[in-house]
């Protein structure tokens, strides 16, 4: 599927701690999210997590996961965020263009997201990105995949 929708903006004031569902979130060129602590954090200035991914560890016995819970910030549903790729190009409601720059993450130790989730599933599926146009997103925006990334193109080319 090569777009959905976002279920939750989700920020929060400290790095490696569950995130707060707000109602809305700014997204700032070359910045992130004004108001979270990963604002300006190089290349991982927005986190993503698909819902089907939360619903993964809700099936395995962990409930009361909440928006947020796994670190993230937009929190999407309907959009296959495992199949993106580094240099994949998002567009979130009308105006903000991300591009994906990680899959994944390494942890180097277990933070409180481990302890109070249970498990973390965003160094196996969480994706992150940079603003490329900002703009205000929350709950209910459209989530799509605009372009494939360069190396995709780039292989295509080739055959």
């Known amino acids: ?29 070359d910045l992130g999210i004004r108001g979270d602590a990963h604002a300006g954090f190089g290349h991982r200035q927005v986190s993503l997590l698909a819902e089907e991914s939360v619903d993964k560890m809700r099936a395995m016995g962990l409930e009361g996961l909440r928006p947020g ?47 109070a989730a249970g498990d ?3 160094p196996r599926e969480g994706i992150f990105a940079r603003v490329l146009k900002g703009g205000t997103a929350k709950a209910g925006d459209r989530i799509e995949v605009l372009e494939e990334g360069p190396r995709e193109r780039e292989a295509e080319e080739e055959k």
């Open 69 to 115: 819970a796994f670190g993230e910030n937009l929190l999407t549903r309907g959009l296959e965020l495992t199949r993106l790729k580094v240099g994949d190009r998002l567009r979130v409601g009308k105006d903000i263009l991300l591009e994906v720059t990680q899959i994944g993450k390494e942890c180097v130790e277990r933070c409180a997201i481990y302890y």
């Open 1 to 29: 599927m090569t777009s959905g929708e976002v279920v939750a903006v989700c920020v929060s004031a400290e790095k490696h701690v569950q995130k707060e569902e707000v109602e809305e979130v700014l997204l700032v060129e």
């Open 120 to 122: 973390c599933i965003m």
